[in-house]
């Protein structure tokens, strides 16, 4: 007897993921430049890894990383989101996806270019798609920062610093967070960008589509359980 195959990460967030979510999804990737290696497919590598498709989402309000992307406050503040106990727009799969776009769009230009992000740091260039990928995604969960200076630090030990093989093996001495959950970020993503793209029922496409635009929402008001979902109600 024939035995079945191994239900994955993939197939367990494909569940969850419903028209509004391939719809919020499909517009945010319109933000993406058409010669970049990014994609709607990406996006939902990324929304699986941090929240798995919106099932750990944490605390509403707080500073660190939360909803749907697991955006900072400061990161979410910079693109322009509400973010507090009331209302925060992290919890919103049209803003949040739209951010989370955005924010990783400005990393893989940073990384395309040489870019000061401070005044001891400044990233070096990778100019191959597939390769500055990698650098996007660890610096989406390590910080643009710490991947820079591990850029350096291998520039220094005579490494590439343009080749994300060598330089994860700086990450500890560029004083990440979690080294190891970096690199296994990185793969993780890749892996399940693949499985997505042969899975999931999203527009492939849809990077080269109009981008829609949320409404604007008010900023005060009171959330409430509408079928098992939060809904924001303006006061």
């Not at 990233?123 to 995604?137: A, S």
């Amino acid at each position: 007897m024939a035995k079945k195959p191994r239900r994955t990460d993939v197939d367990g967030w494909l569940a969850r993921e419903t028209s509004h979510i391939r719809k919020a999804l499909e517009n945010a990737s319109s933000y993406f430049d058409k010669n970049d290696a990014l994609s709607v497919n990406t996006l939902e590598a990324i929304y699986g890894q941090e929240s798995s498709f919106g099932v750990l989402k944490r605390d509403r309000g707080m500073d660190g990383a939360a909803g749907h992307f697991h955006l900072q406050r400061d990161t979410a503040e910079r693109y322009h989101l509400i973010v507090s106990k009331k209302n925060d727009q992290r919890f919103d799969i049209d803003y949040a996806s739209i951010a989370a776009a955005r924010y990783i769009d400005d990393l893989d230009r940073s990384f395309s270019k040489e870019t000061i992000l401070s005044a001891k740091i400044k990233t070096i260039p990778v100019k191959d798609v597939l390769e500055r990928k990698k650098f996007i995604l660890a610096a989406y969960n390590g910080g643009e920062g710490t991947i820079a200076k591990a850029q350096a630090l291998a520039q220094k030990a005579k490494k590439n610093p343009k080749s994300w093989n060598d330089v994860q093996a700086f990450l500890e001495q560029a004083k990440a967070d979690n080294p190891d959950q970096v690199r296994k970020y990185v793969k993780d993503v890749f892996k399940n960008e693949a499985e997505f793209s042969d899975k999931s029922l999203v527009d492939k496409g849809a990077k080269n589509k109009k981008i829609n635009k949320p409404k604007g929402r008010c900023s005060k008001g009171h959330w409430v359980t509408i079928d098992e979902h939060p809904v924001f109600i303006c006061d």
